[in-house]
């Protein structure tokens, strides 16, 4: 069920809450995708990995009142695709979404980014998805940033291939992204990561 957190989660949440944010922090928060990457060794500033393993919008709302009461600068969130693995619909993830960025706006000061989803790799993947599906629920998140004046960022596009499929040189598994694949992701939020006020 809903409530049947992982040990991986509790013991990340449960250190997440030990460890203090303030109103100068870049958050990124989300999934494996988000987990997996080495971003203050990318971007070269701190960045506080708020990625868990697994994560879904549902998991996302049960932990985000600690990430913003301390309201920090930057938000950077990536989050659905593990939805879509659990047979989430597109309206139940956009709904989620919305739970997610109504509690956000509670903070105005904090910059909040929405990175699309990312496509997978059906050749490659146990993770079977539709990357039309999830176009199509990039393209809704697009509409629902404008709608919260919060900024989208497309990644979805720059790692696909001709066949909208995840591109093989970014990944081994067809979902989570290899060095290369982080590269892109850094190449295109970098302006938005580093931007002076």
Do not use: C, M
Not at 13 to 35: A, M, R, V, W, Y
Not at 55 to 84: A, C, V
Not at 114 to 133: C, E, G
Request: glycine residues 6%; proline residues 4%.
């Amino acid at each position: 069920g809903k409530n049947d957190y992982p040990a991986y989660y509790i013991h990340k949440k449960s250190q997440f809450e030990k460890l203090p944010i303030t109103n100068s922090d870049i958050i990124f928060l989300g999934d494996s995708l988000t987990d997996e990457g080495e971003w203050s060794e990318l971007f070269g500033v701190p960045i506080k990995n708020r990625g868990i393993s697994g994560d879904t919008t549902d998991r996302i709302l049960n932990r985000l009142d600690q990430i913003i009461e301390s309201k920090p600068h930057k938000i950077f969130l990536t989050i659905g695709i593990n939805d879509l693995l659990y047979n989430s619909s597109s309206e139940e993830v956009i709904l989620k979404y919305q739970s997610i960025l109504k509690k956000l706006q509670l903070t105005p000061s904090t910059k909040v980014f929405i990175t699309s989803i990312l496509p997978v790799n059906n050749t490659l993947t146990r993770y079977f998805q539709n990357n039309h599906k999830i176009a199509e629920i990039n393209f809704k998140l697009k509409k629902l940033a404008t709608d919260f004046n919060y900024e989208f960022i497309d990644i979805f596009t720059h790692l696909t291939d001709e066949n909208h499929q995840l591109d093989s040189q970014y990944t081994s598994d067809g979902l989570h992204l290899n060095g290369q694949g982080y590269l892109i992701w850094k190449k295109i939020v970098a302006k938005y990561v580093i931007a002076p006020e």
